[in-house]
């Protein structure tokens, strides 16, 4: 027996000993079980008050009410950009936009992430898992920067956002000369998109990720849904067309709860459901200008801005067995925590270049005393770095920069006005004005003097140069 053998046979029988002692936990699953499942379905502009239990909307979302009843309900789940690319290379790579360098939303035939940041799917696939992408990609529409080639074994859907094609009422020229392309495994499927194929991509995304998890019942995988909806235009199959009563909005949402639903049907249908992790929640805040084609936020601002009305994300997360149901959490987290996190629990080994997430795990599972080991997640906007929040959620600080806000919302799939705003360098206690409403800078000198360090460091650290 070779030294690797005989290392790998203690590690067997290491967790078997664990197993047969009873001991609680991680180590007891990961003893008895294959490596554990990650499931992460993604929104696109979904506002934080859009489904139960966040709030109360006017319409039904009972699949994603019970993922809630069934996992835990994160309060203060934030995003370091609010804005499509860059929030998605942070969640895919565990990386700040200033070191990716990923800002904003990037258009057709971007070059996109740079591959010498590894993502979520690489890292897994090295692992050993089978690794999925049914939805909207929104980071390279290059050979080397398309999902087939960046650690996804099998994808379809868009390479960028659904309003980027000719038939946007605002569409910039550039787009018009690209028309919008569905794709399925590296091949392009629809080569022009049209008001006859959105409806559709819902039910595309959910019955490919269905389809995915019953062919993978005895394999790991990473199964990632980022969808394209509520993203404008809207869009709805006629299985859900008029059936919310609350517009064309709350029909699209239904749509999407149903989605979740399947997804959860299929991991229980395919015995699977015990061991997989489930991560739901949305790339940004809702984009407001859209009126009632738009998300619902108790917070200050929306989409665009690095107030939490834009960065701060409903998300749920369910684990059976680890991750106590029915309950909720005030700790303060971050996307870019997901990729550390989802290594620890899989034992994939970290991507070679630097992360800026930490494995958050204790903080998830609620385990005492856990703290968070971040001291603080930055805020930017394209490539303006715009404020920090301190690790445990409390002290917000905004260092002056430029916003826009809303002036007027329009209707029915039209733009509205937006006017340029400013604040000045901002402290905010989130514990008692998660509105962001009081500057309390010259009330609490000290924490003002620790934050503006912090803050000027990050500067320093990846906008220096810019």
């Not at 990716?100 to 939303?105: D, E, K, L, P, S």
């Amino acid at each position: 027996m070779t030294t690797r053998q005989t290392r790998r046979e203690f590690l067997r029988m290491a967790a078997l000993t664990t197993a047969s002692l009873g001991l609680p936990g991680l180590a007891r699953a990961q003893a008895n079980k294959k490596s554990p499942n990650v499931v992460i379905i993604f929104l696109d502009d979904s506002g934080w008050a859009d489904f139960r239990p966040f709030a109360k909307p006017d319409y039904p979302t009972p699949n994603v009410a019970r993922l809630a009843r069934e996992g835990c309900r994160f309060n203060n789940f934030y995003v370091p950009q609010a804005v499509c690319s860059a929030s998605r290379a942070a969640l895919m790579t565990g990386c700040v936009p200033g070191r990716t360098r990923v800002f904003g939303a990037h258009g057709p035939k971007a070059r996109g992430l740079d591959p010498k940041f590894a993502t979520m799917g690489e890292m897994l696939k090295k692992r050993g898992y089978q690794t999925a992408i049914f939805g909207k990609w929104h980071l390279g529409d290059q050979p080397d920067t398309r999902p087939p080639a960046r650690g996804f074994d099998e994808s379809c859907g868009l390479m960028y956002s659904n309003d980027m094609w000719e038939f946007h009422p605002e569409n910039p020229e550039h787009w018009g000369k690209f028309p919008l392309q569905y794709w399925d495994n590296g091949t392009v499927t629809i080569e022009r998109v049209t008001k006859k194929h959105q409806p559709m991509l819902t039910t595309w995304y959910t019955e490919h990720a269905v389809d995915f998890i019953g062919r993978n019942k005895d394999n790991p995988f990473f199964l990632y849904v980022p969808h394209s909806m509520p993203h404008v235009p809207l869009f709805v199959s006629e299985k859900f067309k008029d059936k919310s009563g609350a517009g064309l909005y709350g029909d699209v949402m239904m749509e999407i709860d149903w989605s979740v639903g399947q997804i959860m049907k299929a991991l229980k249908a395919n015995g699977v459901e015990d061991n997989t992790m489930v991560i739901f929640t949305s790339d940004n805040g809702p984009w407001i200008s859209y009126g009632n084609h738009a998300g619902k936020t108790p917070f200050r601002e929306a989409k665009g801005t690095s107030f939490d009305g834009g960065a701060r994300s409903a998300c749920i997360m369910k684990y059976p067995g680890q991750i106590k149901a029915g309950t909720a959490s005030n700790k303060t987290l971050c996307s870019i925590d997901i990729l550390p996190t989802v290594a620890h629990l899989t034992g994939a080994d970290l991507p070679a270049n630097p992360i800026d997430g930490k494995n958050v795990w204790d903080l998830i599972a609620s385990k005492p005393g856990a703290k968070n080991p971040q001291v603080y997640y930055p805020f930017t906007i394209g490539s303006r770095f715009e404020g920090i929040i301190s690790g445990d959620g409390r002290w917000k600080l905004h260092v002056p920069h430029r916003y826009r806000t809303l002036v007027k919302p329009a209707h029915d799939g039209a733009a509205g006005k937006y006017r340029q705003a400013e604040i000045g360098l901002s402290l905010f206690d989130m514990k008692n004005d998660p509105y962001e409403t009081t500057n309390v800078l010259e009330k609490y000198p000290k924490v003002a003097t620790r934050m503006k360090e912090l803050a000027e460091g990050h500067r320093r650290k990846f906008f220096s140069k810019s």
